[in-house]
């Protein structure tokens, strides 16, 4: 469906933009809005992130830098291990690692052309990041990306399905929590695969502090939600649900 988008939408949303990005951020986007390719500047990240032409980067740019996606932790304390399920081009983890200056970021995308934005976005951050090129799923083996999501402008909505020889590397849960050990926050925005991530024996999660996950579906919720049980307090930031159980989670 088209979303029509007038002019006081479109001042509203400059202005909403100047104030969050400043001068030299705003232009920087206004310049990647015409023309892509570009390097945008925001306070809301140490280094300036990459804006491929053409891609849905400057939708997810202004989520995660004009919007704000993630004010919604940043109130936490003592992260200093975070895993990013679903980094797409790795503005999230920008911000994150710029939030908290103490973490390090372990990041998982399964696309491989969002793989090369993420490692170029996340590149100056150096040994504070690691990269994992796979799909997040209930057990390791393979996937592929659904291709009715593999359409120009779908970068941010790449899914991911069972394959009996896929191409895409899944990884599970535990997995990744024999390389990082405790996480302190887990960012999970997986375009649906989050029922099969907490399906099944999900005893993982005494691993996990902090819980920020963008569900997609009412079954999604219910999988979810029966998962996590009472081991966190749970609040909803627009689309985010917010699990918070990390006791240095108090509000600064």
Same mark, same amino acid.
């Given at each position: 469906?088209?979303?029509?988008?007038?002019?006081?939408?479109?001042?509203?949303?400059?202005?909403? !933009?100047?104030?969050?990005?400043?001068?030299?951020?705003?232009?920087?986007?206004?310049?990647?809005?015409?023309?892509?390719?570009?390097?945008?500047?925001?306070? #809301?990240?140490?280094?300036?992130?990459?804006?491929?032409? *053409?891609?849905?980067?400057?939708?997810?740019?202004?989520?995660?830098?004009?919007?704000?996606?993630?004010?919604?932790?940043?109130?936490?304390?003592?992260?200093?291990?975070?895993?990013?399920?679903?980094? @797409?081009?790795?503005?999230?983890? %920008?911000?994150? /690692?710029?939030?908290?200056?103490? %973490?390090? !970021?372990?990041?998982?995308?399964?696309?491989?052309? @969002?793989?090369?934005?993420?490692?170029?976005?996340?590149?100056?951050?150096?040994?504070?990041?690691?990269?994992?090129?796979?799909?997040?799923?209930?057990?390791?083996?393979?996937?592929?990306?659904?291709?009715?999501? /593999?359409?120009? *402008?779908?970068?941010? *909505?790449?899914?991911?399905?069972?394959?009996?020889? =896929?191409?895409?590397? !899944?990884?599970?849960?535990?997995?990744?929590?024999?390389?990082?050990?405790?996480?302190?926050?887990?960012?999970?925005?997986?375009?649906?695969?989050?029922?099969?991530?907490? %399906?099944?024996?999900?005893?993982?999660?005494?691993?996990? =502090?902090?819980?920020?996950?963008? #569900?997609?579906?009412?079954?999604?919720?219910?999988?979810?939600?029966? %998962?996590?049980? @009472?081991?966190?307090?749970?609040?909803?930031?627009?689309?985010?649900?917010?699990?918070?159980?990390?006791?240095?989670?108090?509000?600064?």
């Amino acid at each position: 469906m088209k979303v029509e988008f007038g002019f006081t939408d479109r001042v509203r949303l400059y202005r909403k !933009a100047m104030a969050a990005l400043g001068p030299k951020g705003f232009i920087d986007r206004s310049r990647a809005n015409r023309t892509g390719n570009s390097w945008v500047r925001t306070p #809301l990240s140490d280094e300036p992130v990459y804006v491929r032409r *053409g891609t849905s980067d400057r939708l997810v740019f202004d989520q995660i830098f004009v919007d704000r996606e993630y004010r919604c932790i940043d109130h936490l304390r003592g992260i200093r291990t975070v895993v990013d399920a679903g980094a @797409n081009v790795g503005y999230s983890s %920008a911000y994150l /690692l710029t939030r908290f200056p103490e %973490a390090r !970021a372990l990041c998982i995308e399964p696309d491989a052309s @969002n793989f090369r934005a993420l490692r170029q976005n996340l590149g100056p951050w150096g040994s504070r990041v690691t990269y994992l090129q796979a799909a997040l799923w209930h057990e390791p083996g393979y996937v592929d990306i659904r291709s009715d999501t /593999l359409g120009s *402008g779908q970068e941010w *909505g790449r899914q991911v399905e069972a394959a009996d020889s =896929g191409s895409v590397r !899944a990884v599970s849960m535990p997995e990744i929590i024999a390389k990082t050990g405790q996480i302190d926050l887990l960012k999970i925005d997986i375009e649906g695969a989050e029922k099969e991530v907490f %399906a099944g024996d999900t005893s993982w999660l005494d691993g996990v =502090g902090n819980i920020v996950v963008e #569900l997609h579906s009412d079954e999604d919720r219910r999988v979810f939600f029966a %998962a996590i049980g @009472n081991r966190y307090t749970i609040s909803q930031c627009e689309e985010l649900t917010v699990c918070l159980g990390h006791p240095n989670a108090a509000r600064g």
